[in-house]
């Protein structure tokens, strides 16, 4: 009989094990880093609700976190209510979303649907760069174009507008966040089987409402996916906030007024000289989970939102 | 149906009394610069099966696809020559292509269903054209048309059920309702049965044979035994050119062209 040999000459093949072991080394530690992460938030954040309750920080409707020097000034003891902030953050990435969920999605189609693979070439690239932007450059354009822009106009027409206002700082947000919808949603337009809108167009149906009907139907679970992710990014943005939408916690649903955000606060508490014991510091981390949470939750609702509707348009 | 260039042969046969339904002259496709079809003139007679038959690439499907002009989709595809339907030239600027479209529907190689339930895949043509007023009407267009298609005694008391969730041979029955519901003059099929099993395709086979009481059919197709056994009028076509046509039987028993011949007895192809 004929011998065929299959007994490896090279043994256990060392290189292939180490190459292994290397990954599974290098997802761990990805994996530790973000457990230690949120273990130090909410460390940091249960000695914050030693100091100040639960109830007050998700309640309270005051937010001015100063402690006091010497402990006979005035209002020494600091409020942390975070609606105002929860609610100037929910305010400014409304507008942004409000702002980038036409221009994303239009665009997505437009490039997806009708633009030669010419213009396509161009565009795409250009939308890229958008994205590529320094969040501080785009915070600079809000707080010295836009704003000076919203308040001039505003004051032409009887309106009050404050310098730093949350209409400003939305709109350039959204701006920011268009390449991030719309290379997501034209991947997932793209995604969709040509067989689709060969059944529409044979059926006599024009361009418009195969992609009304057809095309944006079965394509709805990854643009809802993009659009939260769309979301948490707007609501986990620092740099443009920081810069053009103030620092003051006002509780209001006015546009054109200075509202302030849980990053803002978050930045504002913890830059220069701080004492670390302090509930004012420590409020910062008690903030941290809080957004943290916040997007996790958008995060989970996204997934949730794609797989069932993937199910049903399998 | 024949070929004009061998229409003194088939003056005696019947058919060639029949005024035409469809007739194409000298109709030429590119591809950017290569060219796909060359110079086919093809009469299609009204209610009757006409099957395209021919090796792969040979240009049959995309003959087909000149009937309802969804070669206008690929841009760098480009028709000459004319092709009239009813007597009216297709390719005409005064045609709505959309209008046209309506009058021809198309069954996919692939069974296609929208990612819809089995009754708004059925409606969504009736409901763009506007053919209907009431959801009365609407639903009896469906009916009809699921039952038509030979659909509705299997889907009627799960209608509300996505259409992605029938089987292989049900979703292209379904895509034939689909088609149907617009109530089009002609039906053309591009290997409806290529992804089906064979029972499946015994349906879809006698299915054909019961809507050409209503319909004109056209159907590509890779088997011959199916072109012999669903259609009445056979085309051949060889790498872009249409070799023959008449009578199924005929071109099945006495081709004229050597070609046609070798293709149909396994040597080409």
């Known amino acids: 009989m004929q011998q065929i040999d299959i007994i490896g000459s090279r043994g256990a093949r060392p290189l292939e094990r180490a190459i292994q072991i290397f990954m599974v080394i290098c997802s761990v530690i990805a994996i530790v880093i973000t457990i230690g992460i949120v273990f130090s938030l909410a460390f940091e954040a249960y000695r914050f609700f030693q100091l100040v309750s639960l109830q007050e920080f998700l309640f309270g409707l005051q937010w001015s976190p100063q402690t006091a020097i010497r402990s006979d000034q005035v209002g020494a003891e600091g409020s942390f209510g975070a609606v105002p902030l929860i609610t100037g953050t929910l305010l400014i990435s409304a507008i942004a979303m409000a702002t980038a969920t036409p221009l994303g999605l239009a665009s997505a189609i437009y490039l997806a649907e009708y633009a030669s693979p010419a213009v396509r070439n161009i565009v795409k690239p250009l939308l890229e760069i958008l994205a590529g932007i320094p969040t501080v450059v785009y915070g600079f354009f809000a707080a010295l174009t836009v704003a000076p822009i919203i308040r001039w106009t505003g004051t032409e027409v009887g309106l009050e507008v404050a310098s730093e206002s949350a209409l400003a700082a939305g709109l350039v947000m959204g701006i920011m966040i268009v390449p991030l919808i719309s290379s997501l949603s034209d991947d997932v337009i793209n995604a969709v089987p040509q067989s689709l809108r060969d059944a529409s167009l044979g059926l006599g149906a024009t361009k418009s409402e195969t992609i009304r009907k057809v095309v944006l139907p079965a394509a709805i679970p990854g643009v809802a996916g993009s659009l939260l992710l769309a979301t948490s990014r707007a609501i986990g943005e620092t740099m443009i906030v920081v810069m053009a939408a103030g620092m003051a916690a006002n509780l209001t649903a006015n546009p054109l007024q200075a509202v302030t955000t849980i990053t803002v606060q978050i930045v504002a508490l913890l830059t220069g000289d701080q004492e670390f014991e302090s509930a004012k510091t420590l409020s910062a981390f008690a903030l941290g989970l809080l957004l943290f949470i916040v997007t996790l939750v958008l995060n989970i609702i996204a997934q949730f939102i794609v797989k069932r509707f993937s199910e049903q348009y399998d | ?269």
Not at chain 2, 87 to 103: F, H, M, N, P, T
Not at chain 2, 171 to 182: E, S
Not at chain 2, 189 to 208: V, Y
């Open chain 2, 1 to 269: 149906m024949n070929v004009v260039s061998h229409e003194d042969k088939s003056a005696t046969e019947p058919q060639s009394k029949e005024e035409p339904i469809i007739t194409a002259r000298n109709v030429d496709v590119f591809y950017a610069d290569k060219q796909a079809l060359n110079g086919i003139t093809l009469d299609i007679p009204a209610n009757k099966v006409t099957s395209l038959i021919g090796p792969s690439g040979c240009g049959k499907t995309t003959f087909l696809r000149c009937i309802n002009r969804m070669n206008d989709l690929i841009d760098i595809c480009k028709v000459t020559g004319e092709i009239k339907i009813g007597g009216q030239d297709i390719y005409d600027e005064k045609v709505d292509v959309v209008s046209l479209r309506a009058q021809i529907g198309m069954v996919f190689q692939k069974p296609n269903p929208f990612p819809k339930s089995i009754f708004e895949n059925v409606a969504y043509g009736p409901r763009i054209h506007r053919l209907v007023k009431t959801k009365g009407e609407l639903n009896d267009v469906v009916e009809r048309s699921l039952s038509k298609a030979g659909l509705l005694e299997e889907v009627k008391d799960r209608l509300d059920e996505p259409g992605t969730g029938l089987s292989g041979g049900q979703q292209q029955r379904l895509c034939i309702a689909r088609a149907i519901a617009v109530e089009p003059k002609v039906i053309l099929m591009d290997e409806p049965c290529s992804a089906l099993d064979p029972i499946a395709t015994a349906k879809i086979e006698e299915l054909i044979d019961e809507l050409r009481e209503n319909y004109t059919i056209v159907i590509v197709t890779h088997s011959m035994q199916q072109a012999a056994r669903v259609s009445q009028q056979t085309a051949f076509f060889h790498m872009g050119n249409l070799v023959e046509a008449g009578v199924t039987e005929q071109i099945f028993t006495t081709p004229q062209d050597p070609r046609t011949e070798s293709y149909i007895t396994g040597r080409i192809g």
